[in-house]
């Protein structure tokens, strides 16, 4: 019976992780540490509403075995690369610091296709600044999913994302190429967690070809 500890609960991914854990009786309490409510009332479910400004004044509750990190946001709605840096990296990195150091073992990153620190794209670049200094943390097992193109679900319509939805779900109807098509923020959830149990320690990462094999 485990404890995870969740931030970007009440995201695309983050919010089916949320209802997959709770469903999950491998896990006795889920931690969530949130900016807003979840909404959700159950339980297993421990809700923190924090201000991510000022970690100091939760981090001793970041205790627990697993802490799944699905925290992320966009350009347009960030309003502007320093706002998104901050969400997508600036919050995510203290609080898996402080979580390995309060004994968390197993870390679970949700990251992007194409991450790398050295990426003249400002959102590769971003999410590679991250990888490198999460791998860089006393963690037991860290597991990092990379998957590519995110498929329905979010709240706010994006036309651009919606037409990239389309062309890349005929693509993968080509043989060979099945593992380029859109995934749902449900499966990304549903392999954080089979990652989880897999009983190897050391870094690990995950293509988007390896996603849908963990589900």
């Known amino acids: 019976m485990k404890t995870a500890l969740v931030i970007g609960a009440t995201g695309l991914v983050g919010s089916r992780l949320v209802d997959l854990l709770l469903k999950d009786s491998r896990f006795e309490k889920i931690k969530a540490f949130v900016r807003k409510s979840t909404g959700i009332h159950n339980n297993k479910l421990e809700e923190h509403v924090v ?66 620190p050295d990426s003249k794209i400002f959102y590769s670049r971003m999410k590679g600044e991250l990888e490198r200094d999460i791998k860089k943390l006393p963690f037991e097992t860290i597991h990092i999913m990379r998957p590519g193109m995110l498929g329905s679900g979010r709240k706010d319509i994006r036309t651009g994302e919606q037409l990239g939805i389309g062309v890349m779900k005929v693509i993968s109807m080509i043989p060979g190429l099945r593992s380029l098509r859109p995934i749902e923020g449900a499966e990304v959830a549903h392999a954080m967690i089979n990652a989880t149990f897999r009983r190897t320690l050391g870094i690990h990462s995950y293509t988007l070809g390896d996603i849908f094999k963990l589900i």
Request: without cysteine.
């Open 51 to 116: 201000d991510f400004d000022d970690m100091d004044a939760w981090k001793k509750q970041l205790t627990g075995d697993v802490l799944y990190s699905a925290m992320g946001t966009t350009l347009k709605a960030a309003g502007g690369k320093d706002a998104q840096y901050k969400v997508d990296y600036t919050y995510q990195y203290p609080v898996a610091k402080m979580a390995a150091i309060n004994g968390v073992s197993t870390y679970v990153l949700v990251s992007a296709a194409g991450s790398a």
